[in-house]
């Protein structure tokens, strides 16, 4: 076994060894640049600049749901939620909670307290969103997920999770609206001003 080799093994043991705790605490020490949101997806750091495009979406997403629970509703946005799989900590674009939900006893909101995520698509990690975050909010039963694509000027809508993966899909073009009157949210999320990239 050649040294690099040696320090690969060591870097790898060391990485598994840690837990999402202190990932998160290594990665608030580290100079990220203003703009810029960290998770980690399978135990892999990612690292997306928020873009005009995005916030806006983002942000008609969340007040339409402020106007449809008041603006009390737990409904949060890059806030770190643990997710079922190896080394998820991620940090949805809109995440809305149980209005009954309570963080655990490490001060985090519980993945099982979550009704609604929905992401909005950055070129760099869109891959996550339509595999491995969208397979680990199934298994975790998140009852209503949306993926807002601004590349494709399309809206993703999934529901009835069963085990790892959604059992319904409907895609909307922007302009259109999002028929959520059957899901738990029981709104309708009007898309007609999201820009697309």
Request: proline share 6%; glycine share 6%; with cysteine.
């Amino acid at each position: 076994m050649t040294v690099l080799e040696d320090r690969i093994e060591m870097a790898d043991a060391d990485a598994k060894a840690m837990n999402l705790d202190e990932w998160f605490e290594r990665l608030e020490r580290m100079p990220v640049p203003e703009g810029f949101r960290v998770e980690i997806v399978g135990g892999n750091v990612y690292m997306t600049p928020q873009r005009d495009t995005h916030w806006v979406i983002i942000r008609r997403i969340v007040r339409a749901l402020e106007d449809k629970f008041g603006m009390d509703v737990l409904v949060f946005s890059d806030v770190r939620i643990d997710f079922p799989g190896e080394a998820n900590g991620f940090c949805p674009d809109v995440a809305m909670l149980d209005e009954a939900a309570k963080k655990d006893d490490t001060g985090h909101w519980r993945h099982q307290d979550v009704k609604f995520i929905a992401e909005v698509i950055s070129k760099g990690t869109a891959a996550n969103d339509y595999g491995p975050k969208k397979t680990a909010y199934a298994t975790a039963e998140v009852p209503v997920y949306l993926v807002a694509d601004p590349y494709q000027g399309k809206c993703h809508l999934y529901s009835r999770p069963k085990e790892d993966e959604y059992t319904s899909e409907l895609t909307v073009v922007f302009g259109a609206d999002v028929d959520l009157t059957n899901t738990p949210l029981g709104l309708t999320l009007k898309t007609d001003a999201f820009p697309r990239d």
